[in-house]
């Protein structure tokens, strides 16, 4: 399933602010869990996905340009890894960690804000798949294993939940038409089965974007 195509995982995982004090000015960040990895998460109804704690180490050994923007909004840029001071990535074990500092604008001056009375609940990210593993278990589900991808973007949302719903609503289609053609499914009972399950949650989701807008 490897594509070009750019897609955005959110997880609810903790960002907090940070002060340090260089030359007597204090600089703020953000740090915070960007990317978790082997954890299966279920992006909608029957379809899993877990990204291996392997899958973005030939990318960052690159050193490419990785940005960092508030709420996925490049109007709200708050640092590259390239700028002074810089975004400080650390893959390790369990994850991909990232440590941005908030430059002194006024939407930087609001995320301080909102990051001291715990509004900004996780973080999410951009990237592009470059390999990765589809299969079925014996229910029908597929199961997705992001095994190498491409990094652009990582930073803190507000509400990461609503980022995954956006998503799942977004990508449902053409990633689960690929699992499709990649899982040989032969029985055209089951898949008519599998398809009335995903006519129902795809009603479901649109019904709850619009009951939250």
């Excluded at 877990?50 to 490419?64: E, Q």
């Excluded at 804000?113 to 029908?140: C, I």
């Excluded at 899982?183 to 089951?190: C, F, G, P, R, V």
Aim: charged fraction near 30%; aromatic fraction near 8%; hydrophobic fraction near 30%.
């Amino acid at each position: 399933m490897s594509t070009d195509k750019k897609e955005v995982r959110a997880f609810k995982a903790e960002v907090e602010l940070r002060k340090t004090k260089d030359n007597s000015n204090d600089q703020k960040y953000v740090d915070g869990i960007g990317v978790v990895y082997d954890r299966e998460e279920e992006l909608w109804d029957g379809y899993f996905e877990k990204i291996d704690r392997n899958a973005f180490k030939d990318c960052l050994a690159k050193n490419p340009e990785i940005k960092s923007f508030f709420n996925h909004d490049p109007n709200y840029v708050l640092s590259t890894n390239t700028s002074n001071p810089a975004l400080q990535l650390t893959d390790e074990g369990d994850g991909l960690f990232f440590s941005s500092p908030i430059p002194d604008t006024s939407y930087g001056r609001d995320l301080i804000e909102n990051l001291s009375r715990g509004n900004v609940k996780g973080a999410s990210f951009t990237f592009t798949v470059d390999k990765d593993e589809v299969r079925t278990d014996e229910k029908g589900n597929y199961h997705r294993t992001i095994m190498n991808a491409t990094i652009y973007e990582v930073g803190p949302v507000t509400n990461p939940a609503y980022v995954q719903t956006q998503v799942s609503l977004r990508d449902k289609d053409s990633l689960l038409d690929e699992a499709k053609k990649r899982t040989n499914i032969s029985d055209m009972a089951d898949l008519k089965a599998i398809q009335d399950k995903e006519n129902e949650y795809r009603r479901n989701l649109i019904s709850l974007l619009e009951i939250n807008n």
